[in-house]
């Protein structure tokens, strides 16, 4: 392997059935890294074998459990070996490794995770990518109580030693990825961001965007209402408060003007704020408990 003068880098690249690309990675990652990790997440190709014959340290689960679980598992291993910076990226040739160094250097300059962002070069990204990212991006802002990221499911970042040692993630699939900038924005950590430069190739994802994009975006709403919970009910109460108030206001009119009791709409008037000064509810006793929790009372 490479002996980098300077910080002590690690790279890691989850890998999924990528031996098409990962050779290539690695060789490439290897110019500006100390040691480069493939965590292998259970394919069935060769991709252990040639990224273990480009000169990578080799780590497997036996199954494909997730990406998440994939990152977890390498910062398990790599705490020992006591990086002062550790770089995730993409095996299917998505990130370019010659760019390693722009992250790195954000992370030596004092910043605990860098994300490299897609942003700069939106005109050469898919509209749809685009519009998935924008989405998630927010969510993640919501999430981690306004700490918004505009890449946030970008997986080419940089982590210091620090967030190497205090970031626990719980994630096991692409969520994982806003987890770490919420828990890093949780722990005070210094978050920047790098334009980066982004190769949509078309075999390089065996992944459906679409799919993945709504499985990543369910993980937010479930952490929104976890870590959120008087937004995430209070909001949705109060709308379910307001639906009720316009049913109930059409009641009245048409009983106003027809002397007439529509018994349907009034249920429906009744049914709604019930739900809503419940979800209310609901929202402040969790935010409590939450709040509680959080400073450990």
């Known amino acids: 392997m490479s002996e ?6 690690i790279v890691a690249i989850p890998a999924y059935n990528e031996e098409r690309y990962v050779g290539t990675v690695v060789l490439k990652a290897r110019k500006h890294a100390s040691e480069v990790i493939v965590f292998d997440d259970g394919s069935t190709d060769g991709t252990a074998e040639v990224a273990r014959l480009a000169g990578a340290t080799v ?34 040739g998505q ?22 962002s897609r942003k700069a070069q939106k005109e050469k990204t898919p509209l749809y990518r685009r519009f998935g990212q924008s989405v998630l991006s927010h969510g993640t802002g919501v999430a981690s109580h306004g700490r918004r990221v505009i890449d946030s499911e970008s997986g080419f970042r940089a982590l210091s030693a620090r967030a190497v040692s205090e970031l626990d993630l719980t994630e096991n699939g692409f969520a994982v990825e806003t987890e770490m900038i919420i828990k890093a924005a949780d722990k005070g950590m210094k978050i920047t961001e790098v334009p980066i430069s982004t190769i949509y190739v078309e075999d390089g994802s065996t992944l459906n965007p679409f799919r993945h994009g709504l499985g990543v975006l369910g993980r937010i709403i479930n952490m929104v209402s976890e870590r959120r919970p008087l937004l995430f009910f209070g909001v949705g109460g109060a709308l379910f408060c307001l639906f009720g108030i316009l049913a109930g206001a059409r009641v009245l009119t048409a009983f106003a003007q027809t002397r007439q009791f529509a018994t349907g709409t009034a249920i429906l008037t009744a049914l709604f704020l019930i739900i809503g000064v419940f979800s209310i509810f609901t929202g402040i006793v969790l935010n409590i408990l939450t709040r509680t929790r959080g400073t450990g009372k």
């Open 4 to 9: 980098v003068s300077g910080p002590r880098i």
């Open 59 to 92: 780590l497997r689960h036996e199954g494909n459990y997730g990406k998440g679980s994939a990152m977890k598992g390498v910062l398990a291993a790599v705490r020992d070996r006591l990086p002062d910076v550790l770089v995730f990226l993409d095996g299917d």
């Open 95 to 116: 990130h370019d490794p010659a760019q390693i160094p722009r992250l790195v250097e954000e992370v030596v300059g004092g910043f605990d995770l860098v994300v490299g």
